[in-house]
């Protein structure tokens, strides 16, 4: 069974009962469900995520303290920690995970201060530009099944894509990062006989690339060891996961490099394709760097415009 499905069974067979009927008078303030940190929030998890941090469970998310005082949290977080221990075969763990609770009773601030350095969620153009994006991706994860006060859902919504600006000052640094490594310092390295620099080349080509198959599909890139999965869930570009892999997985001996190169021209093609059907960009070649200072130029804050075109990756 998957975490998001262990997890509402749990809920509605025993979290829902507790709620209705130890606590009806607080139930138009709360919010439940299961999204943050692990790989079930995001629908990734498999039989080997089933050896660490996996049991059932859920949030229950509780507003500010005028609104929801201190000792009702209490008896929410005592009533919590007495339902069953066991479910469907899985135990729940009697120690924290690494980095804080990921179940249990939550206040929402507390919550969204974590992931994005905001009780609220609201970011300054800084903010925007220095919140990690796998914090991000784990703000608007997983699922919320009922939200009887709407705070948790409303932050969710503000915060579920990169404002148009911060996202095509992204698209810009990491267009230009793209044309270095892959159309421009790849060859260089392999004629130069470096072949780690040319394997790094090659890596820092595909992370820009894959960042901004992300910021076109307007989603946010979640930590790394499952950004394959994500690129492979979406609508646009999500065929380039495989020859990812194929630059990533192989040598760059001999006429190897040659394929190897031609790959990520190839990508470049698609991807200058898909600016060009956004009207994101006015270059006409296919040059990666053109269509970066290009992207940076319809940025419409004159501030972000003006910032250096690396300062968003």
């Not at 998001?4 to 025993?14: D, I, N, P, V």
């Not at 980095?99 to 939550?106: D, E, K, L, N, S």
């Amino acid at each position: 069974m998957r975490g998001l499905e262990l997890s509402r069974a749990y809920f509605e067979e025993f979290g829902r009962p507790m709620l209705e009927e130890q606590f009806p008078e607080v139930q138009p303030y709360l919010a439940a469900g299961l999204c943050g940190s692990g790989s079930e929030c995001f629908g990734y998890d498999d039989e080997i995520s089933s050896d660490h941090d996996f049991e059932p469970g859920f949030c229950l998310f509780l507003p500010d303290e005028e609104t929801v005082d201190r000792r009702t949290a209490f008896l929410l977080e005592r009533a919590y920690a007495k339902l069953p221990k066991e479910f469907l075969g899985y135990s729940r763990s009697l120690m924290n995970p690494v980095g804080g609770a990921r179940h249990g009773v939550i206040r929402t601030a507390d919550f969204f201060r974590d992931k994005t350095g905001d009780e609220k969620g609201l970011l300054t153009l800084e903010g925007w530009l220095r919140v990690p994006e796998e914090s991000l991706a784990e703000a608007v994860n997983g699922e919320i099944w009922f939200d009887n006060f709407g705070e948790v859902t409303q932050i969710r919504q503000s915060l579920s894509c990169y404002p148009d600006d911060i996202r095509l000052k992204k698209l810009a640094g990491h267009l230009l990062l793209m044309g270095q490594s892959g159309q421009y310092n790849y060859q260089r390295c392999i004629r130069h006989g470096e072949q780690g620099a040319a394997q790094l080349a090659v890596y820092e080509f595909v992370r820009s690339a894959m960042e901004v198959i992300f910021l076109l599909n307007r989603r946010y890139q979640p930590y790394y060891k499952w950004s394959f999965r994500a690129l492979r869930e979406l609508p646009v570009l999500s065929l380039e996961a495989e020859l990812f892999e194929y630059l990533l997985t192989t040598d760059n001996d001999g006429d190897m490099s040659e394929e190897k190169y031609n790959v990520m021209e190839g990508i470049a093609s698609d991807v200058i394709d898909e600016l060009k059907d956004r009207e994101l960009s006015e270059a006409v070649c296919s040059d990666l760097e053109k269509h970066a200072y290009s992207v940076n130029d319809g940025i419409q804050d004159h501030a972000v415009r003006n910032l250096h075109i690396l300062a968003a990756v």
